[in-house]
């Protein structure tokens, strides 16, 4: 063990440990959910690190010898070194201060191994004085938590884009399997398979519009404000050059915001993008929830789709296959859905200059993210992909319903209609055999009407 001190007093620090006192409280304090602070967000915190001493160094704040340890340290790290000894929890109290302190030890104490020292000798790279040095966590951690967010958010507009061509191959696929369609989950008019698919489709091409256009959002940042948003201990060339450093080290069009109190205290931008996950949640549990009603049965349910086949469904019952692949969908979307709600009451519940909550949303908003990235891809080449259509099923249904009803009512009336909707359930006579036997239309004059693109297309203007 080392000794370190801190404004509590000494503490020991295991010899070997990269962080330092700070991190060693935050690890006593904050034991709760046994997940570190997200790999991305690491990510983040260290490229800010690294953007901070380079503009030290260039404004001449930072001694050079100095800031290249530091940032030696941070592109070993950012190399994928020393990742188990970023600890913290990602549930802790003091607006990422915790979060902040354990990239400022580890970032230290590397740079000084750097510089020929040991760790914990401060003397050399102080966490503080070197590493933060013109920092505060209020603009480093509101700023890492966007940058973590944009480079999460882009697998997840890929994938969202991905499904929306996997739907509409279905819908081409499909566009000649006529079936009923339903509302109210009672049989209405006809439909084909390939519009149910392209409907989807088409929502999913405004959640993918939507979280495209949320980047924009998140892009600007704090750095440079400090405590509270005032610049305080912060000279405006650093304000200036920090914002350059980080648009080059990230690749992010990121940009200073005009008024850096605002997003020191408000979190509304990360309502707004949650907000954004929650919608394209709702989508993909509706569609979830139509993909597991048509393929039910197969022998008792509508049955008008079949499921991929990924596992077996049942440990008692022989043959039973479920649609496991949209339940996960399913149980995802509540997910976020409840994610959401959290970073509601996070962002609402900010006091004056500061909103302290920020880790509970940075938490809730990298799952949501993390959850899509991953949920999508098997959504997609595990169902999506091998849907197959069950014609005969479709056309069953279709001819042993009311469905064509509403095409035959605009000739007939809708008296004559309902008679026939009587007889059918009465009798169970096809709706066209009692439409012939009635002699209302021709077998000509009802094979027109009835034909696939006739009835699932707007009416052809009629003389009267």
């Known amino acids: 063990m080392r000794t370190e001190h801190d404004l509590l007093g000494p503490l020991e620090v295991p010899i070997n440990a990269y962080y330092g006192i700070h991190t060693v409280r935050a690890l006593e304090n904050f034991q709760i959910t046994g997940i570190p602070i997200h790999k991305e967000l690491v990510e983040a915190l260290v490229v800010i690190k690294k953007a901070a001493a380079l503009t030290n160094i260039s404004i001449g704040a930072l001694d050079p010898d100095k800031g290249e340890a530091i940032t030696a340290a941070c592109d070993e790290i950012l190399a994928g070194a020393l990742r188990s000894h970023f600890v913290v929890d990602c549930m802790q109290g003091g607006a990422g201060t915790s979060a902040n302190m354990n990239v400022n030890e580890v970032i230290a104490n590397r740079a000084i191994e750097h510089l020929g020292g040991q760790k914990g000798d401060y ?129 992010i069009s990121l940009a200073r915001t005009d008024y850096m109190m605002d997003p020191t205290q408000n979190c509304d931008v ?11 949640a709702v989508n993909l549990s509706k569609i979830a929830n139509d993909l597991r009603l048509l393929s039910s049965g197969p022998y008792t349910g509508l049955g008008e ?64 993210l993390d959850l899509l990235s991953h949920t999508l891809p098997i959504f997609i080449r595990r169902c999506i992909d091998g849907i197959a259509a069950n014609e005969e099923t479709c056309r069953a249904n279709l001819e042993n319903s009311t469905v064509t009803l509403t095409a035959l009512t605009a000739i007939i009336g809708y008296d004559k209609g309902t008679e026939a909707a009587l007889i059918l359930k009465e009798t169970g006579k096809p709706i066209k055999d009692i439409i012939l036997e009635k002699k209302w239309m021709t077998a000509a004059e009802l094979a027109e009407v009835l034909k696939p693109e006739r009835l699932t297309s707007p009416s052809m203007d009629r003389k009267h």
């Open 123 to 251: 003397s050399l790279i102080h966490p503080l004085d070197h590493v933060n040095l013109h920092q505060s966590t209020n603009d480093v951690f509101p700023t890492a938590v966007r940058i973590a967010a944009i480079r999460l958010l882009k697998p997840v507009t890929e994938s969202f884009a991905n499904l929306q061509s996997a739907l509409q191959e279905k819908e081409e696929e499909f566009s000649r399997v006529i079936k009923a369609g339903r509302t109210q989950l009672q049989d209405a008019v006809p439909v084909t398979l390939g519009q149910e698919f392209g409907a989807w489709a088409q929502a999913i091409s405004r959640d993918r519009w939507r979280l495209y256009k949320a980047e924009e959002r998140l892009r600007q940042v704090n750095i440079g404000g400090t405590a509270v948003g005032t610049g305080l201990n912060a000279p405006r060339s650093y304000i200036f050059t920090m914002i350059e450093k980080l648009r080059d080290l990230t690749g």
């Open 270 to 280: 990360f309502v707004e993008v949650s907000g954004l996950l929650k919608t394209a």
């Open 305 to 368: 789709i079949t499921l991929p086949t990924v596992q077996a469904g049942s440990s008692i019952m022989p043959g039973k296959v479920n649609p496991v692949i949209p339940e996960a969908v399913n149980q995802v979307a509540f997910q976020i859905i409840a994610n959401d709600t959290a970073i509601t009451l996070a962002a609402m519940s900010g006091q004056l200059e500061l909103n302290a909550f920020l880790p509970v949303i940075a938490k809730n908003l990298f799952e949501e």
